[in-house]
């Protein structure tokens, strides 16, 4: 077994949180490899985090170039858009070392193993509607697939549903309990070494068009077509949040209680990045309403660290660099086998 850093290459799809993942490995004395899609390597290149790029016309060819890169020592590092490009059933069967449990991920992607997980875990979820009919309160209505919050929207009651579907005819779609309140993602590190989970950071998303609507005096939302002024979530940004010092207490128990129960339904359950999507009500009740199993994209802000990971680490530490950490912990200890599948 090869036991030092640099006879290892981390990889990633170029994509979503990449250049912070790349950046990282390369701090902790890591090889890095970016495989990216005709057009995109431009940014992997400006940036220096790649020291090796490969450019594909499908991110599919990762799987037909695997050989190769077991070969060369390579570990890869998911993150969203890898999960939503390679897909989960390829994901179980990729032969090259992979950062993360696999199996984690059907708890993460089937809102109602999520749902389960999540309530064992004793978190407050916002209320599922199963039927138009129940609604008794404004509701959240979700496409089912990677729309990234495109086209989702808010009802008032049953008849408001019924009005609104009919632009969605044929699509899978969950009513959820819209929970009024700020909007807090918490993301954590579960060290399968030391056994810790760590509050690495939060953030609030910059969604489009729901953070423009405000920007207008009501009498001119009144004033534009109902298709414009329906709001939606599509994700353009990420923005840097402190918490209420408070509430830490709570957000990290939180963090314990969801690797808690994932060991029990998931092999060796959820460890390396995660994030709880939380939305936090004037009473200061903290309701899920998502857990992303993988480094989210709200860490990026931080690739100089966060306020959190500083005070932990003195030094910089962003996400990217704590997944780079672990594995090379893990080489120094010969304890591979335990952060990778
Ligand atoms: P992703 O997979 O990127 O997290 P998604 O498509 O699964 O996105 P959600 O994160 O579930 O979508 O929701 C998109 C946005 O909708 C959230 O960021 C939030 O603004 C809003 N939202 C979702 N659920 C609720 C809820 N129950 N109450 C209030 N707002 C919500």
């Not at 729901?210 to 709001?231: F, H, K, T, W, Y």
Request: proline share 5%; hydrophobic share 35%; aromatic share 10%.
């Amino acid at each position: 077994m090869v036991t030092h850093s640099s006879k290892w290459t981390i990889a990633t799809l170029g994509s979503h949180s990449a250049l912070q993942i790349l950046k990282g490995a390369q701090d902790e004395g890591f090889k890095t490899l970016a495989i990216c899609k005709k057009g995109t390597e431009k940014v992997y290149k400006q940036f220096g985090v790649a020291d090796k790029i490969i450019t594909v016309s499908d991110y599919m060819d990762l799987l037909k170039i695997q050989d190769k890169l077991i070969k060369d020592n390579v570990i890869i590092i998911p993150h969203a858009s890898f999960i939503a490009y390679i897909g989960p059933a390829n994901i179980e069967k990729l032969k090259i070392p992979y950062f993360g449990t696999k199996s984690i991920l059907e708890h993460e992607s089937d809102r109602n193993k999520e749902k389960k997980w999540l309530e064992a875990a004793g978190l407050k979820l916002p209320l599922i509607f199963s039927k138009p009919s129940d609604i008794d309160r404004p509701v959240i209505v979700k496409f089912h697939g990677a729309g990234g919050g495109r086209g989702y929207f808010l009802a008032k009651n049953t008849a408001d549903f019924e009005k609104k579907i009919k632009n969605h005819e044929g699509k899978e779609y969950t009513i959820q309990e819209y929970i009024l309140g700020v909007h807090m993602y918490a993301h954590y590190f579960h060290s399968p070494l030391t056994g810790e989970t760590e509050i690495m950071g939060f953030d609030k998303r910059y969604e489009s068009n729901v953070d423009s609507i405000g920007r207008i005096s009501a009498r001119d939302q009144m004033a534009l077509p109902e298709e414009q002024i329906d709001p939606s979530y599509l994700i353009v940004g990420n923005i840097p949040v402190v918490v209420r010092e408070s509430y830490l207490p709570r957000f990290l128990e939180m963090g314990e209680n969801v690797v808690k129960i994932s060991k029990k339904i998931a092999g060796r359950g959820l460890y390396g990045p995660f994030c709880l999507e939380c939305v936090i009500t004037p009473e200061g009740v903290i309701y899920v309403f998502e857990i992303s199993a993988r480094i989210v994209a709200g860490t990026n802000p931080y690739i100089h660290g966060s306020p959190y990971s500083w005070l932990r680490y003195d030094e910089p530490m962003s996400t990217g660099r704590r997944i780079a950490r672990e594995i090379k912990n893990a080489l120094k200890d010969d304890k591979l086998k335990e952060v990778l599948e």
